[in-house]
Nanobody, 118 residues
Framework: QVQIVESGGGLGQPGGSLRLSCTAS????????MGWYRQAPGEQRELVAI???????NYGDSVKGRFTISGDNTKKTVYLQMNILKPEDTAVYYC????????????WGEGTLVTVSP
């Protein structure tokens, strides 16, 4: 089992920055991808950014050039630096971890709310 805990959400100003953190604990040795997704009210959950243990990254189109994902494999922690925030970035941000390759298991955190408003 893997437990996922997110932190760092809150209120951000348009044009401002926020940083989210996500830490995995438990049986973490098989984690090879961790990532962030978000879900706005009435919308489907969408990809924000993912990072592999080899530091390969991928971003959703709406955040490219503004958000940066990074990770610390020793701490099983990933960070999401969110810059140039927009009101449309308002959502619950969920962190996940993917364990295993041939039969992957996906573990999710409970989410952290990010609100971007003047």
């Amino acid at each position: 089992q893997v437990q996922i805990v997110e932190s760092g959400g809150g209120l951000g100003q348009p044009g401002g920055s926020l940083r989210l953190s996500c830490t995995a604990s438990g049986t973490t040795s098989g984690i090879y991808i961790m990532g962030w997704y978000r879900q706005a009210p009435g919308e489907q959950r969408e990809l924000v950014a993912i990072i592999t243990t080899g530091s390969l990254t991928n971003y959703g189109d709406s955040v490219k050039g503004r958000f940066t994902i990074s990770g610390d494999n020793t701490k099983k922690t990933v960070y999401l630096q969110m810059n140039i925030l927009k009101p449309e970035d308002t959502a619950v941000y969920y962190c996940n971890a993917v364990v295993g390759i041939t039969r992957p298991l996906i573990y999710w955190g409970e989410g952290t709310l990010v609100t971007v408003s003047p």
